[in-house]
Each structure stands twice: as structure tokens, then as C-alpha cells.
């Protein structure tokens, strides 16, 4: 069965420093595809990136940086020089590469940015 | 433009009174599913359908129902609301790989 783990509920951080945010999946599956969303204090989910499992190389989109690593079946998130927009709720999920494409999410990761 | 809506985004209704939720896609897409958004949970599948006319249970089914009468549409309705049902929701339209939200119907049920 697939599963999604963020084993921080919330994390705090001054603006401008760096912070990692935490996922581990486990899944049988050898093909299926991770995302990480975030959902700011409005409540819609934002879609910030996709990966699959087949691609493994590293990501880095402005101050976004993400690390997938099959062999620890981590998919980490890094918000480099943080700011306070990046306030919100954080979530990883899984999610099947074929059949219903049902997604798995995490419980989610509350981050504050301190001004 | 590609879109999910959801209607109505805010509800606050008594415990009984039958509801409806109603998502609509315009992308025909297949595939369609509904999401609860509970604090310490995270997001949970409620219903989903492959097509029109077929449905399945997601992980947590009860006290709700569905129906996939049209590609574009998946409503999900709530017979007898509990007060446990009380709930952020979701509806999601997707492809392989890509999935497309939308923007949440925050649900009281008193």
C-alpha cells in the first residue's frame, strides 16, 4: 500500500533562513510519480512540482529546491533565504503512474516564516 | 482556461439536511476524485471514478455518495450530514501524472 510520511507537523524559521521540508514514502509500485503542493492561509492547493520515478536528478526552481532519493524513498523540499509568503501548510503526496491515479498525501507540514 | 470548479465554496448547513457538492471539469478528463482535508490528517480520498457510470471507494466512503453521470461532472452528495463532516473538500480531475485541483468547499455541519 502507498504511504506518505512528514514527520514535521510544524516548523518555524526566521525570514532568510533555510529550511527542509521532510518526506519518505513507501510504495510497491515501480513506476508512480511524487508531488509536492502548498497550500497557503486562502486554502487552495498550489501544484509545485511532479516527479517520476524514473528521474531521480535534483530540481531547483528559483529558491525551491527538491532532492529525490529512491534509495532512502525521500523526497525532500528545500525553501532557500525563506520568506514570509512562504508561510503555509506543505504537503507531499504519491500517487499511482497508471490505473485511477489516486493521490496519497502526506499530513502536511505547517510552515512559519518569521519576519 | 483549464479548470475545476466546485460549488458552493462555503456551506454551513444542520445536521440532516441532505447537500450536494457539485465539481465540474472542463478538460475530459477520465478520471475524477473527491478529497476531505481534516487538521493532522491530511488529505483523504473520499470517492473516485475511471469514467462515466463507474465509481469506487476511496479510503474513507462513509456518509458519502457520488455519481458520474457526464464526463465533465462528479458531484458528491451528502445524504444525512454528520457533524463529522464537518471538512475542507476537494475535487480533482487528472491524467497520469497531472492533477488538477479545485478550489475547496469548506463544509459546517452543526
Known amino acids: 500500500a502507498q504511504k506518505v510520511t512528514q514527520a514535521q507537523t510544524e516548523i518555524s524559521v526566521v525570514e532568510k533562513e533555510d529550511v527542509t521540508l521532510d518526506c519518505v514514502y513507501e510504495?510497491?509500485?515501480?513506476?508512480?510519480?511524487l508531488f509536492w503542493y502548498k497550500q497557503p492561509p486562502s486554502g487552495e492547493l498550489v501544484f509545485l512540482i511532479r516527479r517520476n520515478s524514473f528521474d531521480e536528478q535534483n530540481e531547483i526552481s528559483g529558491r525551491y529546491s527538491w532532492n529525490f532519493q529512491k534509495s532512502t524513498s525521500s523526497f525532500n523540499f528545500t525553501i532557500t533565504a525563506s520568506q514570509v509568503v512562504d508561510s503555509a501548510v506543505y504537503f507531499c503526496?504519491?500517487?499511482?503512474?497508471?490505473?485511477?491515479?489516486?493521490?496519497?498525501f502526506g499530513t502536511g507540514t505547517r510552515l512559519t516564516v518569521i519576519p | 482556461e483549464a479548470q475545476v470548479t466546485q460549488n458552493p465554496r462555503y456551506l454551513i448547513t444542520v445536521t440532516g439536511k441532505k447537500l450536494t457538492v457539485t465539481c465540474s471539469q472542463n478538460?475530459?478528463?477520465?478520471?475524477m476524485s473527491w478529497y476531505r482535508q481534516d487538521p493532522g490528517l491530511g488529505l483523504r480520498q473520499i470517492y473516485y471514478s475511471m469514467n462515466v457510470e463507474v465509481t469506487d471507494k476511496g479510503d474513507v466512503p462513509e456518509g458519502y455518495k457520488v455519481s458520474r453521470k457526464e464526463k465533465r461532472n462528479f458531484p458528491l452528495i451528502l445524504e444525512s450530514p454528520s457533524p463529522n463532516q464537518t471538512s475542507l473538500y476537494f475535487c480533482?480531475?487528472?491524467?497520469?501524472?497531472?492533477?488538477?485541483f479545485g478550489p475547496g468547499t469548506r463544509l459546517t455541519v452543526l
Open positions: 510504495t510497491r509500485d515501480t513506476t508512480y510519480y
Open positions: 503526496a504519491l500517487s499511482e503512474a497508471y490505473g485511477a491515479n489516486n493521490l496519497f
Open positions: 480533482a480531475s487528472s491524467l497520469p501524472g497531472e492533477q488538477f
Open positions: 478538460m475530459n478528463h477520465e478520471y
